[in-house]
């Protein structure tokens, strides 16, 4: 017999429900249409197409075992196999019905193995609601329909974890038809002895059980070996070492094909040595607490050899075991006898079979967490999932959201909870996924969570109050021996610990408390309000969500409609959290009717099966309720500190669901990165787009003869009118330099020079000025957004610098022209050996026919061209001309770049101050999440 | 008597109220474009609130029961009204609609109507029968719904009421009253309604007497710190019926005073002034001058002269006149003898060059655009430089709203009056008859002496005339024809001169026309907008401040 710890996620869910139900199936009576409907919800677990048989059979045996706990009371040895034996027969009677065809086949099939044998489980999750559920697995299985049996089986192994398992593997010899007759001796040590397990009933018994045992058992301690020994199950238990026996001896011939035929399972013929030892420790811890068991061991002894090869898997792989052990029960359907019973011992029971022999079994000395340590998860597995998280945490770290895009302040907020999530939780939890389970109490202000603590503590580790808000600083309470783990504190490692609360409202602070009254394995913890007017505690109790393995969240009949809460709830939903539900405050009048309400309200959510918990308003009385009130919540504690597997399937299940919700939260967070980086870039290109616009119409003013207006054409006028134009031409002749009459020439030239130079440059600062307003105007539009950068004071005007650059530049541009035209002139000897000039002058002549002379409305005659053309034509040549012109006004434009450039720097700065997106960033985020997948 | 004082008091306070309205108009109209759309809007909405609910009843005194689910509200309604009339229930949340009982009908009707409570769940109590009401006299009652529950979310009924209602009871209790979506939303935002705020700890009965007393003095710090400065705060219970009186008592004095609803808009008012206050900082310079000063004025035209380049067209002026006035005025022969010299443009071959150099001074006066520009925007900036950013913004606009036309404008203008540079005047005529008058009588004089010379002293032939032989004459001769050289010569300086002088004068006196012109087109295309978003920006702050009180 093995009973394993075991982890299916799937199995999980369905336990969890199976849970719920259970609970809330106290006060109701239970009702065969769940069992059944939960049954069916595994069938899809059958792969195997000859399954059909065993499963129709099975469905069938379901309901009978259904029924049949209402009839026994009590397992006491004889009862249960007579039942049993009604049970069986029942059974075997549909198996035989339904299984006829599966014999025919199963009888054509598996030749070694004992011919025809029908296959007939019978899983009954049954519930038992503090510490047991005992599941009633009756397999009677023909070597191939049970195989399909199997099949099935494994979910539902998984599905009733916490519980202990029966199975009983009714298995009827040869063909099926022998069945019925054969089931009555249940307790049949004989291996070959046929059959009809007790178990059904005992599964019934046990399940039974519950509810007067739950009576009966302190409701604090369901210590799961307590329960072995109290239950008066020695009966139930005494078969299965038989059973597994049985097996064995069956298994030999069927083992080989079985793993043929399993291919899913893990190879079922490496682990030998384990699995021997596996079995007949639980046959011996059987054999201890049971009278029946002096066949076994020679059984068990027997079987060893068959099993080695099959039922290496078990100790190896703690999933698989399960399939092992199914497989185990699949041949031993040959002998038909009992069933085998696997007891889920929660806890305690399960690793001590695996690991530490029959000893264990009893006690649970070695606090759980301890072992529940030991292998989360595979290593490989958990250090590529390491990897993966660590690199998603550094992109997430790397993140800088700077822009006011709209949404920014959700972004920011999700960033900071998504790491705080990795760091405080993920991580942690990934190297120790069973490890002590964290219980975040959530709620309302007032809702009486630190109440609910204390009363669960039994101890005042978190003050009460009537003023609001209460808490201010999360309070976490654990069982003693749980303590070290929380105060090294991988979990919520940015939090200091303290001893007690500090200063209201410190956001990093903890309050450790142990009490002996918390189970082990479970902490609560108890946190600040969500919807106070103090909005750093909405920050902690997010923060504590976040961290939080189960989340209890607690309401009130005043509050159960309130807005906050159901965010709340939704963000559990959106976070695939694990949840219960306190409905407290209840006045006992008006229970039914707003305990109804609000789960009609839940189901309309999608919630509806969410576990609940209703408090009745009491007195408070020294921060505590009176503690009968919360007797449900400290079993379902209880359970959860008991079972460990339970337990680790709700750490599992949160974990996942915070992984899944990676899913979205991070593409959510790259998408709004790349809202960032493209609006980012739509700033940018903003003002690119202003200053190309102000390039053009520089371009287009320095070109359409618009400057030479005002002061520049007067002065033009005044240069040429007044005889200089021509004085800049001499002909040269020895020994005779310029003219006398040019005395007068400088001044006119300087002026006109400088008024060109400011003409051009009131053109440019004039264009810069549009810019910077019209770039100011573009961000405005940019909702809401641009207005914080765009109120950066200045950005409305050039740069004071401006003004000076623009003379420099113009400057610059003047003396390069000139020098231009000088040695452009040299060129051109002909005229050179002429006529001297002065380049001065002449690059002024230049300039006005560069800047579009003619072409305003500047006098133009004949139609050879301008005059400064013609004239410059004439001087310099019409080559170098058109060389000198293109030369010049690339010049030109490109030193009006360069300026505003210098100008669009101010910009870029102001974008960058306000944070610089990565545009990879985005791409690490999706890489993040991918990589986080396939290492999941 | 007493309620002739308070009548009168009230009188005061709608005059007042009716003031400060009038301001917050003055804002509502001069604010678009200046302060944020959605304040603005809000302030509208706050206008006609105002404005209808001053136009009702002013006799009633609408008071709203608030507060969230589960507080207690339908019950406390019911225990003030004496009667079973919202339905209470343990169901959360249990009120959708609002209800409302009136205290004496008499003209509630409309005020109901326009607070759009359904008929159905409006009630009246008959004044007569409520003998030991008749202090609730004018009282309307509303239980709205709650706030905070998820119905509300979507159902923004209880936040319309919370809005219009004359006086306010918050139904807290003991274990909600610190809730955010209560203080956030509405208790702080509302601080300054303090004189039409009740704070009603219901549910007192579930609390010992000391945790009460505890409770109201957290509560009472709650509010402290958010701006409420003396929270009325009245423990009552529903379910007991204590601490009621005391709240309908609370409620009596508020229903006597009949001022209730002009506290409120006052409240808003105040409230509204402060946002407008906080987004429009009124700067050092309140009121800044509502005319652009000289100085500023002088300093506009100055730059635009410089655009146009006035000093430029007159310099250009003095120097082509003068240039040009030797062609007409100035004498031949030095001209013929400049001819003589070579010629550059002609070794380039680009003599017709010249005249294109003559076309050049054809060309008018006009405005330069980017310097005309970067004028009037120098005037805006210096302005506005102590504004808000939004009314520097609106005095650029304004100084450019012509902009465009300006240059064009200006030039137009100038034209008129700037002379063309190849213009000749009239004198310029004369004097070139004269010079070649003088150049004549040279000639002739060169005739005569050659003549002389010819029949006088070569004795060719026989003289035709004495005068052409009369050798004594020769030396006058030559006396004559160097003194008209000399005149020649001394009519081409003074004629210069005079032209110079003249241009001069000219120049000074177009200068001073142009600067004329120019001011003028500036002072109507840019200061008269100015001027205008300059009284806009002192209109509107001296609407915020007697809006402020």
Known sequence: MKSTAKKTECADEHTEQSGDAVIEEKDLPETPEEQTITFQAIRPGDDDPRAAGSDATAAPGQELDAEIPTDVPTATPQPPSAETGDTAERDAARTGAAGTDGTDSSGGQSSDAAPGQAAFNVFAPVKAGAAQVATGDTGTSDAVSGKAAFDAFAPVKAQAPEV?????????????????????????????????????????????????????????????????????????????????????????????????????????????????????????????????????????????????????????????????????????SGPGDTGSRVV????????????????????GSIPPYQRVREVPLPKPVSRALTAALSGLRDSVTGLRLGLDVPGVEEARKAQTEILAQIEDYVIPRVHMSTAPALVVVAGSTGAGKSTLVNTLAAAKVSSTGVRRPTTGTPVLACHPDDRDWFAKGDVLNGMIRVDRPGPDGTLDSLVLASTERLPQGVALLDTPDIDSVV??????????????????FVTTAARYADAPAWNLLRLAKERGARLAIVLSRVPVRSREVIDKHFSRMLQEYGLGDVERFVINESTVTGGRLPDEEVTELRMWLTELSVDEQRRGQAVQ???????????????????????????????????????????????????????????????????????????????????????????????????????????????IVSAGQRAAVEVVARWRQRDGVGDRLAA????????????????????????????????????????????????????????????????????????????????????????SLRTIGTKARSDLRARISLLFDEETLRYVQVLDEAGIPDEAAAKRLYQATYNLEVAR | MSVSGARAGTMDTRSDLGFRLAALARIVELGPGRVDPALIAE????????????????DHTVVALAGGTGSGKSSLFNRISGLELSPTGVRRPTTARTHACVWGLDGAGPLLDWLQIQWRHRFARASALDRGESQLHGLILLDLPDHDSIRAITDHEADRLIQVADLIVWVLDPQKYADAATHGKYVAELAGHEAITVFALNQADRLAPEELAECVVDLSDLLKREGVHHPRIVPTSATSGRGVNSLKSVLAESVANRRAAVQRLDADLDRIMVRLTKVMPAPDAMAVHPTVDLARQEGLTDALCDAVGVPAVGEAMENVYGVRSIDWVGWPYARWAARLRPDPMNSLRLGNLRDDIRAVTAASVSAQPAEVENAVQALADGLSSDMPEAWQNGVRDSARSQLSRLPQVLSDELTEIAPRLDRVPGWWWLLKIWQYLLVVLFVAGVGWAGAILLYGVFKVGREPTDLLGDVSALPWLGLMMVSVLGLGLLSAIASRNFVVLGAGNERVHLEREMRRRISAVSKDMVIKPVEQELRRYNDFFAALTSGRR
Not at chain 1, 278 to 299: A, G, K, M, R, Y
Not at chain 1, 540 to 549: F, G, Q, S, T, Y
Not at chain 1, 801 to 819: L, P
């Open chain 1, 164 to 332: 202990a398992t029966d199975d009983t593997a009714a298995s009827s010899q040869a063909h099926h038809v022998a069945v019925p007759k054969d089931d009555s001796p249940a307790n049949d040590p004989s291996p070959e002895a046929r059959d009809t397990s007790s178990t059904p009933e005992n599964a019934s018994a046990v399940k039974k059980d519950d509810s007067p045992k739950t009576r009966d058992v302190p409701p604090a301690t369901p210590d799961v070996s307590t329960v072995l020994e109290d239950v008066p199950d020695p009966r139930g238990v005494s078969p299965a070492p038989e059973d597994v026996s049985a097996d064995h001896e069956d298994v030999s011939p069927v083992s080989g094909d079985v793993s043929a035929e399993k291919l899913d399972f893990a190879p079922v013929s490496e682990d030998v040595p384990a699995a021997d030892q596996d079995v007949s420790l639980s046959s011996e811890d059987v054999s201890t607490d049971t009278p029946d068991v002096s066949p076994v061991p020679e059984d068990v002894a027997a079987d060893d050899q068959d099993v080695l090869p099959v039922s290496e898997d078990v100790s190896f792989d703690p999933f698989k075991e399960t399939k092992s052990r199914t497989s185990a029960g699949q041949p031993q």
């Open chain 1, 344 to 363: 889920w011992e929660p806890a305690e029971a399960a690793p001590a079979a695996d690991a530490d022999g029959s000893d264990e079994s009893e006690g």
């Open chain 1, 535 to 552: 909005e750093t505690h909405h920050e902690i109790a997010h923060r504590m969500l976040d961290a939080a393995d189960l989340w209890v």
């Open chain 1, 653 to 763: 299940a949160t974990l996942d669901g915070v992984l899944n919700s990676f899913r979205s939260r991070i593409p959510a967070l790259a998408r709004h990165l790349e809202a960032q980086v493209a609006f980012r870039a739509e700033l940018r290109t903003d003002v690119d787009a202003a200053y190309m616009g102000a390039l053009a119409e520089i371009d287009e003013a320095t070109s359409d003869g618009s400057l030479l207006r005002g002061e520049v054409l007067a002065r033009w006028q005044d240069f040429a009118g007044s005889g200089d134009l021509m004085k800049t031409l001499h002909l040269r002749r020895p020994g005779r330099l310029a003219t006398k009459s040019t005395q007068q020439a400088p001044m006119r030239l300087r002026a006109f020079k400088s008024a060109l130079r400011s003409g051009l440059e009131s053109v």
């Open chain 1, 792 to 879: 950066v004071s200045g950005l409305g005007r050039p740069s004071d610098e401006f003004v000076r650059r623009v003379g420099r530049t113009i400057g610059a541009w003047q003396e390069h022209v000139v020098a231009l035209i000088r040695s452009g002139g040299v060129t051109k000897r002909s005229v050179a050996k002429l006529v001297s000039f002065d380049e001065e002058a002449l690059a002024l002549v230049f300039m006005i026919s560069l800047l579009g002379y003619g072409s305003s409305d500047v006098a133009t005659s004949s139609g050879t061209g301008t005059l400064p053309e013609r004239m410059l034509r004439g001087v310099l040549g019409a080559d």
């Open chain 2, 43 to 58: 302030a509208g909405q706050l206008l006609l609130r105002a404005g209808d609910r001053l136009k009702l009843s002013g």
